[in-house]
Structure formats: structure tokens, C-alpha cells
């Protein structure tokens, strides 16, 4: 049995060990996340000394005709993006999934867009969307279809976000073809014997035991379609007319171009709520809907 000094010592040294990560934790996360809470309640501008108000930024928001339209714009992205982007990442994990030539290629090659970085890919499809020289409109002019000015018409610029939104689908392509290829085939051969073919095999089969990789990627992709930045920051600030007024970009425009953090916290703390509480319903409402080996998570 080991004595309490050698027990001590191995406990020293772990605490050594994890320091860098327990520092960096405390000063880069843990301490801003409590410091933004501080500020949420405060008037502070970076300049002045943070001026407590109690809950008066909150009561603002609510109050801002700009805070409501953010959330209609970031909903309006959430509820068409994210359900497209599932069903498009499934059909084309289903397709690489098949014993075809290539398949390796064709499987790296629907992953690479994804790892580049927000501010190129912006900037590509701007190029894509030009009403002048892009490619889309080339596109649509074959067919007869009048050039588009997608980024200076309110009524298409949030399309063509959420059209760009695609373009990221490999990884949670990759995802889902690990869930794929994690289905039995015993199970697949037993519903075949039974007269199912391949579109019940799927849905009775397939798709109950994948379940628990499309909630995953069902929350990863909310949680995602609410922190929209970057597109509309690099392509239309916000415009035209708010039509891209994300609800994180009113974030960025109230604490770096109004100086106004004590209200962009508070407007961060009320994003933090509403992802937890949407994902703890959703969670709640998956025991109804997900297959867990073993029997459904409580």
C-alpha cells in the first residue's frame, strides 16, 4: 500500500503537470466568462470605469428594434440552413458509402472546402455571386434568368448566406459516414430477407440506428447557425437594409464599433441561455425519437 507521502508527491505532481492548462483556462476562459456576466449589468464603454446599472441593459434590449431583427435574421438562417445542410450531408455520405471506383477521392474531395478558413471562402463566393462576372449568375443565364444582384438585394442576401452555407457540409458528411458505416450489415441482410427493400431498409434500419449522429449533428449545427459572423462581416455588414443583421454581429458592431460592452454582454449571456435551454429540449424530446443501443437515455 502506498504511503501518504508518495500519494501527496504523485498528487503535486499532477497539479504541476495540468498548470499550464489550468492557468490558461483561468485567464483566457473562466475569467472572461465571469467578467462579461459583471459587465452585462454595467454602463462601460472600455475608456471609463464600468458604471453598475443593475438590470437596465437587458431592459433595453428587449426594447431595441435591432435586437428582435437580429434574432429574425439568425432564426430565418437556423430553420432553413440547418435542415438542408443535414439532409444534403446524409445524401452524399449515403452515396460515398456505395462500393463505387474512387471512392476515397470523392470523399476527400467533399471534405476539402471545409477546411478553409471563413474569410477565404467569403471571399470566393462573393466572386461566385457577383452580378457581373460570377459564376451563378453565368449559371442562370443559361436558363434565362435575368442577373441577380444577390449581396445589394435585401430580398437575396440572406440566400446567398445560406447557399454558402453548403459549402462547409463535408465534415458532418464525414460524420454521418461513420454512423453509416457503423450499421450492421447482419441487420441490413436480415431486413432483406424479409422482403424490405432499399428505402424501408433505410428507414426502419438505417436511419434508427444513425439517430444519435443526426442529433449530434442536429445541435452542432444550431449551435453553429447562431454564431454567424464572419460571412456577413466580410461580404455585407449587415446590410443591405439589416437583411443579414446577425445576431452576432449586432454583438460585434455594439462592443467594437459603439463601445457599448456592457450591453454586447448582455446580449451574449441571453445567447448562452437561449443554446442551453434549446439544447436541453432537445435533447429532453430525443428519448422519444433516438435509438441508444441498450435501451433510450433517460
Known sequence: MRSTKESRREGRNFYFFISPWL????????????????????????????????????????QDEQFWNSIKVTLKYTFISVPLTLLLSLFFAILINQKIPF??????????????SGVSMALLWFWVFNPQAGLFNYVLSIFGVEPIAWFLD????????IIMSFWGMGAGMLIFLAG????????????????????????????PLISPVFL??????????FQVFTQAYTITQGG??????????NI????????????????????????????????????????????SER
Open 240 to 249: 443591405p437594409n439589416y437583411s443579414t443583421w446577425f445576431y452576432v454581429y
Open 103 to 116: 471512392r476515397g477521392f470523392f470523399r476527400t474531395a467533399m471534405y476539402f472546402p471545409s477546411m478553409i
Open 23 to 62: 492557468i490558461g483556462f483561468v485567464v483566457f476562459a473562466l475569467f472572461p466568462v465571469l467578467a462579461s456576466l459583471y459587465y452585462s449589468f454595467t454602463e462601460y464603454d472600455i475608456i471609463h470605469a464600468p458604471k453598475f446599472i443593475g438590470a437596465g441593459n437587458y431592459q433595453e434590449l428587449f
Open 154 to 161: 435585401e430580398n437575396y442576401a440572406i440566400w446567398a448566406l
Open 252 to 295: 460585434y458592431v455594439n462592443a467594437f464599433k459603439n463601445f457599448r460592452y456592457g450591453y454586447a454582454s448582455a446580449m451574449s449571456w441571453i445567447l448562452l441561455i437561449a443554446v442551453m435551454i434549446i439544447t436541453y429540449a432537445i435533447m429532453k424530446l430525443s428519448n422519444r425519437y433516438v435509438y441508444y443501443e441498450g435501451g
Open 180 to 207: 453509416l458505416q457503423g450499421v450492421p450489415s447482419s441487420l441490413l441482410e436480415a431486413a432483406k430477407l424479409d422482403g424490405a427493400g432499399r428505402l424501408r431498409s433505410f428507414w426502419n434500419v438505417t436511419l
Open 216 to 225: 449530434f449533428q442536429l445541435i452542432m449545427g444550431l449551435i453553429e447557425s
